[in-house]
């Protein structure tokens, strides 16, 4: 395995015995970097200084004896929807192309502390909306397992540095599924922590009772290894829990004997294609092998979760989305002559069709007499779903379901079809409506070497028993990579 391929828990163990250094590590990925890059388009700005600086610091300190966390000097590619200072955070819009951020996301900040090198930042669908970063106002990303297909989205970029090893681990969000869905379709780990477990200060809105951020890595252990760094309270998110943050490494090999995985009733799983089904089918196979019981749960009001995201998520992002005037910040509009000019003028310059799609449905459902038909309402299914999940983990200690329908979708394939592009995130959407964690681990592929991911779902703030169970099933499938198509 080549260094790039590596681990980051293991290569820092390697640099402690002196088997690597960690400019040899950052020299590897950023030749893999120089080579893909064109082809895959995964970043939006490169920072190799950055890299650079931290990685001679690790090796520095590696020798002069000093303790050297397994996190400095390896090389993280961040979603261009945290604040960075000094670096452009353009969230893939054409609005905000030419901002550069005065500070730093306090998730990006709890990295800084642990000494990591900043490559660049990634690609995604503009503002977050969009499940297969073909939304990006600079460009769509490949993924790199196929490159006639999506990395998924909206962590597209994310997705596809880690996979093809551009990077080592990246920082994504997930809204709706934004770091579950790409990571199953880029074969890598996408872990979205409970809501709140993770500040989002300097983390741009989209929908803030929903958005989260979290890792995507090479394999559970570095998932865990990054989750312990940037989870903790924040006195500047008041959405931010101020909930202990338990050692995750230390529960890892807890293994999966004894375990009780449920599997949803409702959740239609005819929407699958045959490929998804039958992975998911001998996931559930081995789980059972390995000492876990299977256990069939009821959340009835699954089937009502898009149509409750897709009011909720759009309301707040018409919320969110109206401090972008063209007087503030980001793009103003030239030659308008009054004040609405402006403002009309720089929004249908700046955002694209997707997020302007989604201001308006926002906007509609929150207008006077809609307001209770439709965000009220889908607020009081969103409870019920919510309080379902909570009485279904009384009876299991995880659950289980595909990731998404189908494998890594060909580029083009649903940018004219807004409804099957939203159903791409039927498994994914309920966990953010019910704030839970959820996991997506590498199951199996499909045709055209496409990857697929097992979802397995926890309780609120239960992700130490999550990543055990995600690493006992990820040690029990031990799952040989074919080669990348790059």
């Not at 992002?317 to 009309?344: F, M, P, W």
């Amino acid at each position: 395995m080549t260094l790039y391929q590596t681990p980051i828990h293991q290569l820092h163990q390697m640099r402690l015995k002196g088997e690597v250094s960690t400019q040899e590590i950052l020299d590897s990925v950023q030749a893999r970097l120089t080579a893909t890059e064109p082809a895959l388009k995964s970043f939006l700005e490169l920072t190799p200084e950055r890299a650079q600086v931290k990685a001679l610091e690790a090796d520095q300190a590696i020798a002069k004896g000093e303790k050297v966390g397994p996190l400095m000097g390896m090389p993280l590619a961040i979603k261009d929807i945290f604040n960075i200072k000094g670096t452009h955070t353009t969230c893939g819009s054409k609005y905000l192309e030419n901002y550069i951020s005065p500070y730093d996301a306090t998730a990006t900040l709890a990295l800084d502390k642990a000494g990591y090198g900043l490559l660049g930042k990634t690609n995604m669908d503009e503002f977050a909306m969009g499940s297969s970063t073909e939304r990006s106002a600079f460009g769509a990303t490949r993924n790199p397992w196929n490159l006639a297909h999506v990395p998924g989205g909206s962590s597209g970029g994310s997705a596809s540095a880690v996979a093809a090893g551009q990077a080592l681990a990246a920082l994504g969000t997930d809204t709706g599924g934004s770091i579950r869905q790409p990571a199953s379709f880029c074969g890598i780990v996408g872990l979205k922590p409970t809501y709140g477990r993770v500040s989002r200060w300097g983390m741009v809105a989209y929908a803030s009772s929903l958005d989260q951020g979290g890792p995507l890595t090479k394999d559970v252990t570095d998932a865990a290894l990054i989750l312990g760094q940037i989870a903790g309270a924040d006195p500047k998110d008041a959405t931010s829990a101020d909930r202990p943050v338990p050692d995750f490494m230390a529960h890892l090999e807890t293994g999966l004997k004894g375990k009780r995985i449920g599997v949803i009733r409702e959740l239609d799983l005819n929407q699958c294609n045959k490929e998804v089904a039958q992975c998911f089918e001998a996931n559930l196979a081995l789980l059972r092998e390995e000492g876990a019981e299977i256990v069939e749960l009821s959340i009835a009001n699954i089937p009502h979760a898009i149509a409750t995201y897709y009011v909720i998520a759009p309301c707040e992002a018409s919320s969110n989305l109206g401090r972008y005037d063209g007087i503030r910040y980001g793009l103003r509009a030239e030659n308008t002559h009054n004040l609405q000019e402006v403002y009309e003028e720089s929004r249908e310059q700046g955002f694209g069709p997707e997020v302007k799609l989604r201001i308006l449905l926002g906007t509609f459902a929150l207008s006077a007499g809609y307001y209770d038909a439709y965000y009220l309402k889908a607020q009081q299914v969103q409870n019920r779903i919510r309080a379902q999940y909570q009485a279904a983990f009384a009876q299991v200690d995880a659950i289980a379901s595909p990731v998404s329908p189908t494998t890594a979708f060909k580029l083009g394939e649903k940018m004219d079809d807004p409804l099957q592009m939203y159903l791409s995130d039927a498994f994914t959407i309920p966990a953010n409506l019910a704030g839970i964690p959820g996991i997506s681990v590498p199951a199996g592929f499909g045709a055209n070497n496409l990857p697929i991911g097992l979802q397995l779902l926890g309780k609120h703030f239960d992700e130490a028993r999550l990543l055990g169970i995600a690493r006992g099933f990820e040690r029990a499938l031990n799952l040989s990579l074919p080669n990348l198509a790059i």
